[in-house]
Structure formats: structure tokens, C-alpha cells
């Protein structure tokens, strides 16, 4: 005999009784009427409800799924290394999984990174580049060098030391009494005209020189800050803030948590630049949402900054560090992005996003439209603020066409599995477009 299953209304009854979601306002939450669907399983783009509506994954599964849900290698590396081994503490043993992802990792990246630190998440993954750029001038010769520069409206995860670095006031601001004080440089994207990068580069150029003296490193998400609203700027700033870090002997901290593994069009965002930063964060599409990992790649000068007495150890690491699920799941993602042509698919879908949003931006009540690689957001009005509703309306009216989003404030943003075929990103284009007119219309 099996078990009955709980059916939908069961599932929220037990949902609202027992589960504490993230991010999501609490008496919103509960409001009389409301019936978030209960996903049952996904497939490739789509999301299946447990009543069979298929919803297209507009938001790639909170910006993980870079190959779509259930892809074949992935699963498949995932099963076979399940059944050999699921764990082992990474501490005092070596394994294949692990060995062979570092080797492989190191060979796609920027040259000149050479070792990986393996953690479980994107917040760990910037947390390890802080701890070892912190404590790698405190124990050579530059003690001095303790402060961190990072931008308006960053965001490098959840945990104290990645909201130390994170610039939301809305997530941040209250934690300020918990955190370390950092350097805070404008955005080099956002409003303000076609050549703001260069100012907001300008005044960043200031204030590390103002503090040279001090500084361990500069914190940034390369190409597009995802969670201030997917505002964008081009390589040049990358490329003129590596030249300045090298000056200055600052180190550069790239978190690709969101941007790696395609999402910008090439294998890591950094690549654009044709820089090589001191320390590259990766996690999401890693191991395209099968499982929750992170590597933290660094230079050999890092690495040798650790050797000698035991007390210069990085005295850090998490019970699921190099995990062989993960290390498996990101084999399988590498062997995807070789031998797939999934970037090639990315750049004929980012096509498709470019003229889509040249589109958009003339219609009334949208102020910008942009795409970075398979990044797109249409803007709604005055600046971005995660409290406004109008978002949310969109996300509602996408719904009920068969799309599945996430409101960042009056920002609307689509990242889709970068697998996507050209049908049903049309098919999600124009759920968009007419989630957009529908809420406007409404507000209006
Ligand atoms: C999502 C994200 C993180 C945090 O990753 P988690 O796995 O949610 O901890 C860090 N940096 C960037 C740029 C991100 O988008």
C-alpha cells in the first residue's frame, strides 16, 4: 500500500502552517485568496503544476537552471556518482570528482587562476574570498590592508560577511550594527546617460586612492548587478578596474555567482574584460540548479600566501566542501557548455531578447529596456525599489498567461535556461509584453 499524497489544498495548509519562506513578506503571504501553485515537477523550461499547467521557468529557477530543469548529462553524472559515493569529508582525502573539477575549472577560467576552494553556496563562495584576502595581508607584511570597496545596489548573498559587501538598503541596511564598514563606489550602470560607467569609474578611482593604503580588495559582480535590478555596464569598466588593482596591489574579488556558467554570453563575464581576477566566485549555474555547490577560484601568489607555520592555514570550510554530487552535476555542466553548443543557442536567443527590447522601449510606461547575453529587464518608471507593487502585478498577469516570474521591484526581468529554443522564448517574450500592457493598463 503506498501512502495517499496531500492534495493541493493539504500541501498549502501545511505549507502556511510550518514552512518560513525567503524573501516574501509574510501577511502578503497569507492574504485571504491567494493559492501559490504547488509545483510538482519540471521539465527542460517548464514548470508542471500538480493539477498538469505547464508554466514557462522565465526566471531559470531563481537564476540556477542555466541548462533548463532535468538536463540529461547532468542527471545522468549525478545518478552514477550517487551510486559510487555521495560523500566524503574533503579534509585529509583526495577524490576524482573533486581533483579532476579543480583541474578542469582552473583550465576554463581566466589564465592565471590556478586553485579551487569548494563550498556549498554562492554566499561561501564570497565569504572564502573575503577571509583569504583579509587574512592574506595580515600575514604578509601589509596588516594595514583590511578594508573592502564594493558598489551601490551589490548584492554577494545572505550570510554577515556577504552582506558586509552587499549595497541593498532594504536587505542590508538593518544589519549595519552586525557588519564591517566597507568603501561604497557608485554603480557604474543605472540612469544616468550612455557614458555614467566612466564617471562612476572616475570616483571609484578615487576613493581607492584615497585609501590605497588600506585596501584588501574590491568586490563586484562583473557585467550585470543582478539583484539591484539586472542594471548593466560594459567590460571597459572591468578592464580599467583590473589596471587599477594591479597599481594599487588591491585584490579583485569577481563574484560570477549569477553572471558565470553563459548567463552574460560567454563562459564567465570576466572573459569580456580579458581580465583575470584575483579571486573568481562561482555557484547557480555551476551545477545548473541539481545541487547546491560553490568553488571559489585563486591564484597561485594566494595560494602560497598560506604556506609555512599552521597558523597561516585558511582555517574555513563548510561539512558539504567539495561535495562528490556537486563536483559530478559541475563535471557534467563543463561537458555541457563543450560539447553542447549551449553558448551558441545563448547567442541567437540573446538576438531575439535584443530586438524584443528594443521593442519595449517605446512603449508607454517603460523607461529602459536592456539585455546582457540572455539577461533581459524592462524597466517600469523612476528608479528601481523592491517594495513597489508594480512588479508584482506583472508577475501576476504573466502568471495567469502561462509564465512563471519574480518581481524585483518595477523591474520585470527574464533569465531563461540558456537552452531555451527560439519558440519558446517567443512564447515567453510575448507572455511578457502582454503581462506588461495588462498591468499598466490596469495601474493606469
Ligand atoms: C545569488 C547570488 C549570491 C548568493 O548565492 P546564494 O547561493 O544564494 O548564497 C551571491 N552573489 C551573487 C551575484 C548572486 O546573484
Redesign the pocket.
Known amino acids: 500500500m503506498t501512502e495517499r499524497r496531500p492534495t493541493s489544498d493539504e500541501l498549502r495548509a501545511i505549507d502556511r502552517r510550518h514552512v518560513w519562506h525567503p524573501y516574501t513578506p509574510i501577511d502578503r503571504w497569507e492574504q485571504p485568496g491567494r493559492e501559490p501553485p504547488v509545483i510538482d515537477r519540471a521539465e527542460g523550461v517548464y514548470y508542471v503544476t500538480r493539477e498538469g499547467r505547464r508554466l514557462l521557468d522565465g526566471f531559470g529557477s531563481w ?1 540556477v537552471c542555466n541548462l533548463g530543469h532535468g538536463y540529461p548529462r547532468v542527471r545522468d553524472a549525478v545518478r552514477a556518482q550517487l551510486d559510487r559515493m555521495a560523500h566524503v569529508a574533503i579534509a585529509g582525502v583526495v577524490h576524482e570528482p573533486a581533483a579532476v573539477l579543480a583541474e578542469r575549472l582552473c583550465a576554463a577560467a581566466p589564465p592565471g587562476l590556478t586553485r579551487a576552494f569548494y563550498s556549498d ?3 561561501t563562495s ?1 565569504e572564502v574570498a573575503i577571509r583569504a584576502a583579509f587574512q592574506f595581508f595580515q600575514q604578509n607584511d601589509q596588516p594595514k590592508r583590511r578594508r573592502f570597496v564594493s558598489l551601490e545596489g551589490a ?4 550570510t554577515i560577511g ?1 552582506v558586509s559587501v552587499g549595497g541593498i538598503p532594504l536587505f542590508h541596511e538593518r544589519f549595519g550594527p552586525l557588519t564591517f564598514e566597507t568603501l561604497r563606489a557608485p554603480t557604474p550602470a543605472g540612469g544616468h546617460g550612455p557614458h555614467w560607467h566612466v564617471e562612476a569609474f572616475a570616483a571609484l578611482e578615487t576613493l581607492m586612492r584615497d585609501n590605497a593604503s588600506e585596501l584588501a580588495a574590491v568586490v563586484i ?1 562583473p557585467l550585470v548587478q ?2 539591484a535590478g539586472m542594471l548593466m555596464y560594459p567590460p571597459s569598466y572591468l578592464r580599467s578596474l583590473r589596471a587599477l588593482c594591479d597599481e594599487l596591489g588591491v585584490f579583485l574579488i569577481a ?1 560570477e ?2 553572471v558565470g556558467f553563459g548567463r552574460t554570453g560567454t563562459l564567465f563575464a570576466c572573459e569580456q574584460a580579458e581580465i583575470t581576477p584575483d579571486f573568481l566566485c562561482l ?2 549555474g555551476l551545477t545548473a540548479g541539481v545541487l547546491p555547490f560553490a568553488a571559489t577560484l585563486t591564484t597561485e601568489r594566494v595560494y602560497d600566501g598560506f604556506r609555512g607555520s599552521a597558523d597561516r592555514t585558511l582555517f574555513y570550510g563548510h561539512s558539504y566542501c567539495g561535495h562528490p554530487l556537486g563536483c559530478a552535476a559541475a563535471l557534467a555542466v563543463l561537458d555541457a557548455f563543450e560539447h553542447d553548443d549551449v553558448l551558441d543557442n545563448a547567442a541567437a536567443r540573446s538576438l531575439q531578447m535584443q530586438a524584443w527590447a528594443q521593442q519595449m522601449k517605446g512603449r508607454p510606461g517603460v523607461a529602459d529596456a536592456r539585455v546582457t547575453g540572455t539577461v533581459a529587464a524592462v524597466q517600469i518608471g523612476g528608479d528601481s525599489d523592491y517594495t513597489q507593487t508594480v512588479g508584482e502585478k506583472i508577475v501576476g498577469e504573466a502568471f495567469d498567461r502561462g509564465a512563471w516570474l519574480r518581481p524585483l521591484g518595477n523591474v520585470v526581468y527574464l533569465v531563461p535556461a540558456l537552452t531555451i529554443t527560439a519558440a519558446q522564448l517567443d512564447e515567453l517574450l510575448a507572455i511578457t509584453t502582454a503581462a506588461v500592457d495588462a498591468a499598466l493598463t490596469d495601474a493606469g
Open positions: 537564476w553556496n554562492g554566499s564570497v548584492y554577494h548573498g545572505d556577504a559582480e543582478g539583484a563574484d555567482v549569477f555557484s547557480k
